[in-house]
């Protein structure tokens, strides 16, 4: 079983910036791809963006050219640099790791945007 470790959220007014941080028991370049999920009260789970094996980042519209997904592959640890922060990007935003066989959560790490 992996686990995902997040930190790295809080409070933060808007146009701030926040780097959550996902931290894997297993080496990263094991899984098929990662990302970082969102859900906000009220509303279903959502993919925020994700970095495949190979490094490919994708990212939902809303987030593109504010949201950067990276990697640390000794570290074992993917991150999500968050610019420009919005009060709608306000959510649990959770870590995830796949691969054909499996997928795994993180506990979740609140962001909240707010003056």
């Known amino acids: 079983q992996v686990q995902l470790v997040e930190s790295g959220g809080g409070l933060v007014q808007p146009g701030g910036s926040l780097r959550l941080t996902c931290t894997a028991s297993e080496r990263i370049l094991s899984f098929s791809a990662m990302g970082w999920y969102r859900q906000a009260p009220g509303k279903e789970r959502q993919l925020v963006g994700s970095i495949s094996n190979s490094g490919f980042t994708d990212y939902t519209d809303s987030v593109k050219d504010r949201f950067t997904i990276s990697r640390d592959i000794d570290k074992n640890t993917m991150y999500l640099q968050m610019n420009t922060l919005i009060p709608e990007d306000t959510a649990i935003y959770y870590c995830?790791?796949?691969?054909?066989?499996?997928?795994?959560w993180g506990q979740g790490t609140q962001v909240t945007v707010s003056s």
């Open positions: 995830s790791a796949w691969s054909r066989v499996f997928r795994s």
